[in-house]
């Protein structure tokens, strides 16, 4: 039941996203645009895209207006602030993963479906270091969910769920930054 309800709650953060939904800009659709050139290039996800503009696919046409990057809240409410301060940065070293491979589940240790959901922005971690279910940003790969384990990860390691084989073999390893945020 616990991992259940990680998952939804995982789910939801994803896509949701990290902020509230009064709309900063907009972006025409130009051709040959697609939804992950587009999240790429706003520095968000392709699950936020087309959840802020209720899209049921990945189809797009030229001269479609997309809300991009809901607004933050003004400084001038008592509400919470959308950008909340992480509660640990550190320095780690991050490697690339994929559910497309031979023999992969593509089923994080949370439940999520990797497969089924290949823009969900989902990285591996030591719980010990970084708790299941944390938001975080890492450097280099934007807005996450601490959502999966993994046996070699332990201590100051992530690995970082990109669907492509191809390109998550070029991720490399990097050092990079990664803040995490309250669950």
Not at 44 to 53: A, F, G, I, P, R
Not at 62 to 67: A, D, E, I, T, W
């Amino acid at each position: 039941m616990k991992k259940m309800i990680t998952c939804f709650v995982t789910t939801v953060f994803l896509t949701m996203g990290f902020t509230n939904h009064t709309y900063a800009y907009s972006y025409k659709v130009k051709s040959g645009d697609t939804l992950s050139q587009i999240s790429k290039k706003h520095k968000v996800t392709v699950s936020q895209l087309k959840y802020w503009n209720k899209l049921k696919s990945d189809r797009i046409n030229v001269n479609q207006v997309l809300q991009i990057k809901p607004a933050k809240k003004s400084t001038t409410t008592k509400t919470t602030s959308t950008t909340a301060k992480p509660v640990k940065v550190l320095k780690m070293k991050a490697s690339a993963y994929t559910g497309n491979c031979k023999g992969c589940s593509g089923k994080t240790a949370t439940g999520l479906n990797l497969k089924k959901n290949p823009d969900l922005k989902v990285i591996s971690v030591d719980p010990k270091v970084i708790p299941l279910g944390s938001k975080v940003y890492v450097e280099g790969y934007g807005y996450a969910i601490a959502g999966d384990t993994g046996g070699a990860l332990k201590g100051n390691k992530i690995d970082v769920f990109i669907p492509n084989q191809k390109k998550a073999l070029n991720w490399g390893v990097k050092t990079v930054t990664v803040k995490v945020y309250k669950k």
